[in-house]
């Protein structure tokens, strides 16, 4: 069963998603608070992976981040990753006060972008039981020295001043591609993401828009969710990774993995970044649904 669901964060904002419980019963039920990467909203990927925790006996609580798709805030198409993460332990209150689930059964989830946030949300709430952190950014400096080359990160460098001294004087938010074309500047340089999102046909489309403020870009520039990655334990920390990851890299996961406590574990899949929603989606999901239905005291 699902329904669309709305709650406020402890600023203000009101953030909006869906809650998806199993089929036959009323509860309560264990749930798993999910929110996408950088600059997607629910819609891109999340139903599949929320229809298969459901089968599986757990509920699922969906929500797009502030600033993007149905959730409010300002600036539009604004991504700042400590408000997001703020955002997941707003949705984890929400989360316990629904009549359908066990507020003492609580699993976050994300990917990408989201991968990284529910490193602190996991390390800072001990609210939640389990984690699972699917293809996740650690480090925005280790990222940038990967993605962008010395000129290109100047030329950055002297566009976020120019924005930021454009804000002060009232202007508009100066605005950046998420993806492009090789050799086109934008937040997310990857020739793999750029392909997957064209050949899905979301480009163009009101569902996605392929923007975010230049802002966005200095913020995940700066942030560093791996930090957290040792205060997690006793929570038990699943960690999916893929094995030719570029967008974030295999190598700067698995050295943040290593500085994780027990309990722990990880899985490797073949493939690049975005297989995890395509190609490989069978396993990825399969393990993170036995994760949490493990640690969330779901019956086999």
Not at 14 to 36: E, F, I, K, N
Not at 55 to 82: F, I, T
Not at 166 to 187: H, K, L, N, W
Not at 221 to 228: A, I, M, T
Request: glycine share 8%.
């Amino acid at each position: 069963m699902k329904r669309n669901i709305e709650f406020d964060t402890s600023d203000g904002v009101t953030l909006r998603g869906w809650l998806q419980t199993p089929d036959g019963s009323p509860g309560p039920h264990p749930v798993v608070v999910m929110a996408h990467g950088f600059s997607a909203v629910k819609e891109v990927f999340l139903d599949q992976y929320a229809d298969l925790f459901c089968a599986a006996g757990l509920a699922c609580l969906v929500y797009d981040h502030r600033n993007l798709g149905e959730s409010d805030g300002a600036p539009r198409l604004e991504v700042d990753p400590w408000l997001q993460v703020r955002g997941y332990r707003d949705a984890i209150t929400c989360a316990q006060l629904q009549a359908e689930i066990d507020e003492g059964r609580i699993g976050v989830w994300g990917t990408s972008y989201s991968g990284g946030h529910v490193l602190p949300v996991a390390a800072l709430d001990k609210r939640v039981r389990a984690v699972v952190s699917q293809v996740p950014f650690i480090s925005g400096r280790a990222n940038m020295q990967r993605v962008f080359r010395e000129e290109e990160f100047e030329a950055l460098r002297v566009r976020f001043d120019a924005d930021r001294r454009a804000r002060f004087q009232g202007d508009d938010p100066a605005m950046i591609p998420v993806f492009g074309e090789r050799g086109t500047s934008c937040a997310l340089p990857s020739p793999e993401e750029w392909d997957f999102i064209r050949e899905s046909g979301l480009l163009g489309t009101p569902l996605w828009l392929n923007e975010v403020t230049l802002r966005s870009t200095e913020m995940m520039l700066e942030y560093e969710p791996g930090q957290y990655i040792g205060q997690i334990s006793p929570t038990p920390l699943l960690m999916i990774l893929t094995t030719r990851d570029i967008v974030t890299p295999t190598d700067i996961a698995l050295d943040a993995f290593k500085r994780a406590h027990e309990p722990k574990e990880l899985l490797l899949i073949e493939g690049g970044h975005m297989a995890v929603y395509d190609t490989r989606f069978d396993r990825a999901g399969a393990a993170a649904r036995d994760w949490l239905a493990r640690h969330l005291g779901v019956a086999g």
